[in-house]
């Protein structure tokens, strides 16, 4: 089996090609530049995500059987820089499949909870057939590409991954948050009570595969997270429990200070030219109380069963940010 994968070099994109690698499949690696480093085992194809015919051009969706998306933007001050980053490259690639001779089996995009949009509230968790809702400019662009998928008269075979909060080895946002427990600080920022949906990267990358190789999955959107969602609380006390060390005290910073934060990385990321971990954008999702999802489709479609437990994926989380020397 062929597979082409785009953002090889990220923390999903990276799992995604040991996974595939592990069971047999030629990885084809589509880089944004001659240089930019491809995973061991993977052959590079640099190629202009702007460019169908540059696509094309690179061979790399040749014989292909399955393309998986991975690349994204997370972070961008306005909707045409998230359209550009999370948008274009869709549409390119698709373009280019259509105009390809290649078996296609499969073209699966990695979306996002947040093209569905938040929960209304507790006990009440998003599923595919609810009508999305992206309340902000990150999600809005990640429906706007599934809806490129999804009004596709039939050309692509597809499928659609909206992968709750992603955990595990290689990933950065819960590293930010580890080192600040290694301090003994929990600071929720205004969130100390709000419910999420969470998955290990290892049970993410098992149910992309089924949804993407089972018949079942094709042309469907699937909702993937662990069985229960969990609050901040919660997910604290589990890093606290893997670090065996104490967690001294706890702040909630007040809405109003969150969001000023935001506005004020806003102004930094323009007058610096880049982009801060902290901005308005990324303050609106975290301020929505409930950011939870059900897995039940993709239970019942294609059996995905997530195993890793909050608790013991955080405590493989950070033995391996130590053993890398993240931590």
Not at 30 to 41: F, I, Y
Not at 50 to 64: K, V, W
Not at 256 to 264: H, K
Not at 276 to 283: D, F, I, P, T, Y
Request: overall charge neutral; aromatic content about 8%.
């Amino acid at each position: 089996m062929i597979s082409v994968v785009s953002g090889t070099n990220g923390f999903i994109g990276s799992r995604l090609v040991e996974a595939l690698l592990s069971q047999g499949h030629e990885v084809r690696a589509l880089t944004r530049s001659p240089n930019a480093p491809a995973p061991a085992g993977t052959t590079p194809f640099p190629v202009d995500f702007a460019r169908p015919d540059r696509i094309l051009a690179s061979g790399a969706l040749e014989g292909a059987d399955y393309v998986f998306h991975v690349a994204g933007v997370t972070r961008a001050l306005t909707i045409d820089a998230f359209r550009e980053g999370n948008v274009t490259p869709l549409r390119s690639l698709m373009s280019a499949l259509e105009t390809a001779e290649a078996p296609l089996r499969r073209l699966t995009l990695v979306s996002s909870q947040a093209a569905a949009g938040p929960a209304r509230g507790p006990g009440l968790p998003v599923d595919e057939t609810m009508p999305p809702s992206p309340f902000e400019i990150y999600g809005q662009s990640k429906y706007e590409a599934e809806r490129l998928l999804q009004d596709q008269t039939g050309r692509l075979p597809y499928t659609i991954i909206r992968p709750s909060a992603v955990y595990g080895p290689r990933d950065q946002d819960f590293l930010v948050l580890f080192k600040q427990l290694r301090r003994g600080a929990g600071l929720y920022p205004a969130n100390k009570s709000s419910r999420i949906a969470t998955i290990h990267v290892d049970d993410l990358i098992q149910g992309m595969l089924r949804a993407t190789f089972e018949d079942a999955g094709r042309d469907e959107v699937f909702f993937l997270t662990h069985e229960e969602d969990v609050g901040w609380r919660e997910v604290y006390a589990g890093m606290a429990r893997a670090m065996d060390r104490p967690l001294r005290f706890e702040l909630e910073i007040p809405r109003l200070f969150v969001r000023a934060a935001g506005a004020f990385g806003d102004l930094a990321s323009r007058v610096s030219g880049r982009l801060s971990l902290v901005n308005s954008h990324k303050v609106s999702l975290g301020l929505s109380p409930y950011w939870t999802c059900s897995a039940e489709k993709a239970r019942r479609l294609v059996r995905f069963t997530p195993s890793v437990p909050l608790n013991e994926g955080l405590a493989a989380t950070y033995r391996w940010y130590r053993e890398h020397g993240w931590l």
